[in-house]
């Protein structure tokens, strides 16, 4: 694996540095306590390519692979972890549509999402039941002539009441894992309902809602995939979404230990900088070496899936490590700052409440050890 960047990859970074920077820090804080979903902003996300990154540019991505995802991933989440994970799952829903979708869905769904046109996409597949084991949904799907019909609930949906193209599972047959099918169903279908928004701990200003399917009639075609694959399309963009979430852990950790550098060579206590007593640094010191570890476990695995070899492990590695660093990371970034932490004046009271719920989505840190576990056991058997 190479350690250097490619001209691509620095060009992504340095265009969502820039993007994260002018367009989106200066909003955080404001988003976050207003709760405001930045509609605008997603536009914006879409014309300098990063709701498509590695998504061919035949369909309106960047094709900049999926180390350069991670990369504009920890940049975007460095300053808003809210926006970031929208731009996570439309990234996710673009690819899974890109890689199991017929030539008509990559044409119209991907590049709609690809492009901002969608506002954003939605991954519709936890119910309010059913989160860590999915193979138990019961959102139903029924053939009727050249109709789907779904039924049902989903909760925790990240951007539902937004997203222009959502990706829904629901139950084709009553086979567990294997009577799972996944559905494209655009915002505003009929009998698609939007449910209460979920006032959170942190990622204020990300939109989660229940969402409700009533005799919701999509076209026959706008099956993802085979009828009955859906547990395994699940299972493969999941392997590739924890990548974006470990990512995000790492850019927002980033911005924690940033900010308590700053912080700690402003403040005086005792006559001098605190960054210039020995705890604080040496706290420092083991916040900045669990972030390495982390964006190397993270870069490892997008290496991985961009190459076309095995990732399903490494991505669950990086996304138990990277989501539980980024929990003491950010802990320890509110120490340092001591009362000054507790409050919105500075932005580590807001990185602590959006790191905590990224031990829980994409699969719970118990989850992650199962998979490792699983996959490590395989190579014994
Ligand atoms: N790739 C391809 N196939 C896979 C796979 C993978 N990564 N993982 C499993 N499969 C296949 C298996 O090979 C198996 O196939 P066969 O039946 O043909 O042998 C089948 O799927 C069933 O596998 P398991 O028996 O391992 O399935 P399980 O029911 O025990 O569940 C699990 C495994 C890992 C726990 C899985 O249920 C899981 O990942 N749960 C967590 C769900 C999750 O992460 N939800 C996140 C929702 S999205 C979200 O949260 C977005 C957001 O926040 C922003
Ligand atoms: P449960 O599955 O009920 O788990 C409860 C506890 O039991 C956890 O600690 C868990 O680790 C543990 N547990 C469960 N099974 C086992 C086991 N076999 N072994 C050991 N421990 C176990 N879902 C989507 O589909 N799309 C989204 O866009 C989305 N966005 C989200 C956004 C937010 C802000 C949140 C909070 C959630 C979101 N989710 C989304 C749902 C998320 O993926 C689930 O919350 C998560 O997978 C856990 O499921 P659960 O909440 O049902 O917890």
């Not at 690819?95 to 954003?120: C, M, P, W």
């Not at 928004?197 to 399917?213: I, Q």
């Not at 340092?336 to 829980?360: C, K, M, N, S």
Request: glycine share 10%; proline share 3%; with cysteine.
């Amino acid at each position: 694996m190479n350690l250097e960047l490619t001209e691509t990859q620095t060009l992504i970074r340095d265009t969502a540095r820039k993007f994260a920077k002018e367009r989106v820090a200066p909003r955080a804080r404001t988003i976050d306590r207003e709760e405001y979903f930045p509609t605008e902003l997603f536009k914006e996300l879409g014309e300098v390519g990063l709701l498509g990154v590695n998504i061919p540019a035949r369909y309106g991505g960047s094709e900049a692979g999926v180390v350069s995802y991670a990369l504009a991933m920890m940049e975007v989440s460095a300053a808003c972890a809210s926006t970031s994970v929208a731009m996570a799952v439309t990234n996710m829903c673009a690819e899974l549509i890109n890689a199991y979708g017929t030539d008509a869905q990559r044409e119209k769904f991907v590049t709609k999402l690809a492009s901002g046109e969608a506002i954003v996409g939605s991954f519709a597949l936890s119910e309010p039941h059913a989160g860590s084991d999915p193979g138990a949904l019961l959102t139903s799907a029924v053939r009727k002539g050249d109709k789907w019909v779904l039924n049902g609930s989903k909760q925790w949906i990240t951007s539902g009441a937004y997203a222009g193209v959502m990706v829904v599972w629901a139950r084709t047959s009553p086979a567990g894992n294997k009577g799972l099918s996944a559905f494209i169903v655009e915002g505003g279908t009929k009998g698609l309902i939007i449910g209460k928004h979920e006032d959170k701990m942190g990622l204020r200003a990300s939109n989660t809602v229940s969402l409700t399917f009533e005799d919701c009639e999509i076209p026959a075609d706008q099956i993802l995939g085979k009828e009955g694959d859906g547990f395994k399309l699940a299972m493969v963009a999941l392997d590739g979404g924890r990548i974006g979430i470990a990512s995000q852990a790492c850019g927002v950790a980033r911005a924690a230990l940033d900010a308590s550098v700053r912080y700690t060579k402003d403040r005086k206590a005792f006559g001098q900088a605190v960054a210039e007593f020995q705890a604080p640094r040496f706290m420092m010191a083991d916040m900045k070496v669990q972030l390495a570890a982390a964006e190397l476990l993270t870069f490892r695995a997008a290496h991985l899936k961009e190459n076309g070899k095995p990732f399903t492990r490494e991505a669950s590695m990086a996304k138990l490590y990277a989501s539980e660093m980024a929990n003491r990371v950010c802990d320890k970034a509110v120490q340092l700052h001591g009362g000054y932490g507790y409050i919105d004046e500075f932005p580590v009271e807001r990185y602590f409440r959006d790191a905590r719920v990224q031990t829980i989505y994409e699969g719970t840190s118990e989850i992650q050890r199962m998979v490792i576990a699983r996959e490590t056991f395989k190579l014994f058997s």
